[in-house]
């Protein structure tokens, strides 16, 4: 009898489960009104899974592990990208029912987008081995770089309303279902992202 713990605990799964955890605190300081701290651990949450990838590429898996890769990863993703950005919004937002119907469809946008690539990658996979060179509709990912930009903009007093985050849920949400092929960034450019979204929220 197998008494290993279900799923996979190898470094290649690592980031993925860092970027939950991270996305979890970041939903407890959303709740607890602490925005910065909310906004930091979403970047987190964004870093990791912009390198998991990178690294789970780096072993030689099975297709039961590739399988398993690529449906924790969009959980995990649905969590930081999905649902914490649509607390996030809600909370800081005062919590109208307007602005909480427009977190529930942002959500559901993101658990459909992520579902949908989930399909489209295994099918990709039985195909070729190439990497993936580029996203078909906007990457739920994007939201790590467009709510801190938001959440700066609004504490400079440049975006002062707060219609500026349940807009951004609906533009972002929108662009997850469109059909538009985006080419995937190199190495170069994430770490551009990541650089940027560091000195935003450091400021």
């Not at 649905?78 to 427009?102: A, K, N």
């Not at 440049?158 to 995937?184: A, D, E, N, Q």
């Amino acid at each position: 009898m197998n008494r290993k713990p279900l799923g996979y605990y190898d470094y290649t799964v690592i980031l993925t489960y860092c970027g939950m955890v991270s996305a979890f605190a970041g939903i407890l300081r959303a709740v607890a009104q602490d925005y910065r701290g909310a906004v930091l651990f979403l970047i987190l949450a964004g870093v990791c899974d912009m390198f998991d990838g990178a690294v789970a590429s780096t072993k030689e898996r099975d297709d039961r592990e590739k399988r398993f890769g690529i449906q924790i990863d969009s959980l995990s993703d649905l969590i930081s990208f999905g649902v914490l950005p649509g607390i996030f919004v809600c909370i800081i937002s005062g919590g109208t029912i307007p602005v909480e119907i427009v977190a529930g469809l942002y959500v559901l946008c993101a658990l459909i987008r992520l579902a949908y690539f989930n399909v489209l990658e295994e099918d990709r996979q039985k195909e070729t081995t190439e990497k993936r060179k580029s996203y078909l509709g906007l990457p739920v990912t994007t939201i790590a770089v467009m709510l801190p930009l938001v959440y700066a903009l609004h504490a400079y007093g440049v975006c002062r309303s707060m219609l500026w985050f349940p807009m951004l849920l609906l533009v972002m949400g929108t662009g997850f279902l469109l059909p538009v092929r985006i080419r995937k960034p190199d190495m170069a450019g994430r770490l551009c992202v990541v650089v940027l979204a560091l000195l935003r929220h450091g400021d």
